[in-house]
Nanobody, 115 residues
């Protein structure tokens, strides 16, 4: 089993920046990729960014050029640097870890962008 703990959410003005962190523990050797989803009430869940074990990254069109996903050398912590934040980025952000036998989810961290 993999456990994920997110941190770094909060309230920021439009145009500002935040960095989210996600620390993985447990059976980390089973992780193939990690990433971030976000969920806004009344909207579909959106896959924001992913990074594979090989370091390849992918982003939703809505965040390209503004968000950057990265990880530490031990591959146990993933970061999401969010710049030029917009009110529409307001959501609960969930860290995910893709394993051979399923996906682990973090508890979520709230990001609120005020206009």
């Amino acid at each position: 089993q993999v456990q994920l703990v997110e941190s770094g959410g909060g309230l920021v003005q439009a145009g500002g920046s935040l960095r989210l962190s996600c620390a993985a523990s447990g059976n980390i050797f089973s992780i193939n990729a990690m990433g971030w989803h976000r969920q806004t009430p009344g909207k579909q869940r959106e896959l924001v960014a992913t990074i594979t074990s090989g370091g390849s990254t992918n982003y939703a069109d809505s965040v390209k050029g503004r968000f950057t996903i990265s990880r530490d050398n031990a591959k146990t912590t993933v970061y999401l640097q969010m710049n030029s934040l917009k009110p529409e980025d307001t959501a609960v952000y969930y860290c995910i870890a893709a394993q051979v036998d399923g996906i682990a989810w973090g508890q979520g961290t709230q990001v609120t962008v005020s206009s």
